[in-house]
Nanobody, 122 residues
Framework: QVHLVESGGGLVQAGGSLRLSCAAS????????MGWHRQAPGKQRELVAV???????NYADSVKGRFTISRDNAKNTVYLQMNSLKPEDTAVYYC????????????????WGQGTQVGVSS
């Protein structure tokens, strides 16, 4: 079993900051890509940022320059530092990871966290 547990959500005013964390635990051999997605009410889930095991990073255009994704491989944890938050950033934020559970695994399995709510008031 593998679990992803997010923390750090909350309610802030526009222009404020939040830091999300997501820790993976369980039967893990190696984590490939880790990332954050979000889903606002009435909208589809969208990619926010991803970071690969080699450190390469991609951001959605809407968060470039404001959000920073990072990871601590020793702790199997990914972070999302969110600055200059806007009301349109309000959503449930989900952590996602592609994980090899064994050395012999031919491909990674995808896991999702339960989500953490982020609210930004104007």
């Amino acid at each position: 079993q593998v679990h992803l547990v997010e923390s750090g959500g909350g309610l802030v005013q526009a222009g404020g900051s939040l830091r999300l964390s997501c820790a993976a635990s369980g039967s893990i051999f190696r984590i490939n890509v880790m990332g954050w997605h979000r889903q606002a009410p009435g909208k589809q889930r969208e990619l926010v940022a991803v970071i690969a095991s080699d450190g390469s990073i991609n951001y959605a255009d809407s968060v470039k320059g404001r959000f920073t994704i990072s990871r601590d491989n020793a702790k199997n944890t990914v972070y999302l530092q969110m600055n200059s938050l806007k009301p349109e950033d309000t959503a449930v934020y989900y952590c996602n990871a592609n994980i090899y559970r064994r050395l012999s695994s031919p491909s990674p399995d995808e896991y999702w966290g339960q989500g953490t709510q982020v609210g930004v008031s104007s």
